[in-house]
């Protein structure tokens, strides 16, 4: 890419990232400018909620439930119930018109689509 980048006088790059080591990628690139614009910060609270015994299931018992449930028993398959119980939890506490957003970062297609359909 650096090298098409001398060859190509009409071609930009445009790279973003909040965790990008910007001295680096400059220097890459031949010292290439840098604009940095500043992100907001929201302020945020985190609460440790801990799985009750009955919520914690053996791998045994999460592939006979997957077994009964018709679906396919995946070593890492996603328990949505945590999130789900988070959101259940928002919406005792928070009423409608003070509810924002809430980030999840998942692992691959697989959980994003299994906690999706659970959402549904």
Partial sequence: LRELLSKRSDLR???MSATINQELYA???????????PGRLYPISLEYIPPSDKQRLSNEEAVALAKKSGRKPRQ?????KPYLRLLERIDQQFPAQQRGDMLVFLSGMNEIT???EELR
Avoid: G, R
């Fill in 27 to 37: 220097s890459y690139f031949h010292h290439a400018p840098v604009i940095q614009v």
């Fill in 13 to 15: 790059l445009v790279l």
């Fill in 76 to 80: 890492e398959q996603l328990d949505t």
């Fill in 114 to 116: 299994m906690l999706a």
